[in-house]
T-cell receptor
Framework: DTGVSQNPRHKITKRGQNVTFRCDPI?????LYWYRQTLGQGPEFLTY????????KSRLLSDRFSAERPKGSFSTLEIQRTEQGDSAMYLC??????????????FGEGSWLTVV | QKEVEQDPGPLSVPEGAIVSLNCTYS??????FMWYRQYSRKGPELLMY????GNKEDGRFTAQVDKSSKYISLFIRDSQPSDSATYLC??????????????FGKGTLLTVNP
């Protein structure tokens, strides 16, 4: 399977604990994105990497959230001191260099987080 | 007013029907328009991608973009039970060397009944 891979697929954690999600993008995609989706809503942009550089962070990404892409390949999203409001599906996506018509963005299967 | 409005449905149709899904938007800077299909508890799957205005056809799916009306549509011909899913419209503008920041609608839940 050469799609975007996310792990773990499901995580149940107690409030106040830290959690980390991993994303492996499609090989040779140098752009990587994190989105968050809650029930009944469309995904919302969190952050964007071009290679290892984090170029934009949404204001949705509070200081409890940190994302890294240390070698420009896989990425991790860590949530510290989780709160019940963090319960959502965290989606990773990737794309290649944009052409004249932009570029298409492919999503992984998501990582479900439940904070109890 | 949200940047992208999409009727959440639910929409229920018989097998073989033509399905019409729509989104409106307010940001005239949007240039890239996408439709994603999302099955329950799965990630969004890209169906159609359109740059600027016009129509695009792929098999049973047709995407239309009317930038003058800020209105996009997805038509599904000969709908099948396997088309039952949530359909998300998404759009973006060129910024920072890419069109990376997608703004999604809420999604429309479609059920195709055998």
């Amino acid at each position: 399977d050469t799609g975007v891979s996310q792990n773990p697929r499901h995580k149940i954690t107690k409030r106040g604990q830290n959690v980390t999600f991993r994303c492996d993008p499609i090989s040779e995609h140098n752009r990587l994105y994190w989105y968050r989706q809650t029930l009944g809503q469309g995904p919302e942009f969190l952050t964007y990497f071009q290679n290892e550089a984090q170029l934009e962070k949404s204001r949705l990404l509070s200081d409890r959230f940190s994302a890294e892409r240390p070698k420009g390949s896989f990425s991790t999203l860590e949530i510290q001191r989780t709160e019940q409001g963090d319960s959502a599906m965290y989606l990773c996506a990737s794309s290649s260099e944009p052409g004249e018509g932009g570029n298409t963005i492919y999503f992984g299967e998501g990582s479900w987080l439940t904070v109890v | 007013q949200k940047e992208v409005e999409q009727d959440p449905g639910p929409l229920s149709v018989p097998e073989g029907a033509i399905v019409s899904l729509n989104c409106t938007y307010s940001n005239s800077a949007f240039q890239y328009f996408m439709w994603y299909r999302q099955y329950s508890r799965k990630g969004p799957e890209l169906l159609m991608y359109t740059y600027s205005s016009g129509n695009k056809e792929d098999g049973r799916f047709t995407a239309q973009v009317d930038k003058s009306s800020k209105y996009i549509s997805l038509f599904i011909r000969d709908s099948q039970p396997s088309d039952s899913a949530t359909y998300l419209c998404a759009m973006s503008r060129y910024s920072g060397g890419s069109n990376y920041k997608l703004t999604f609608g809420k999604g429309t839940l479609l059920t195709v009944n055998p």
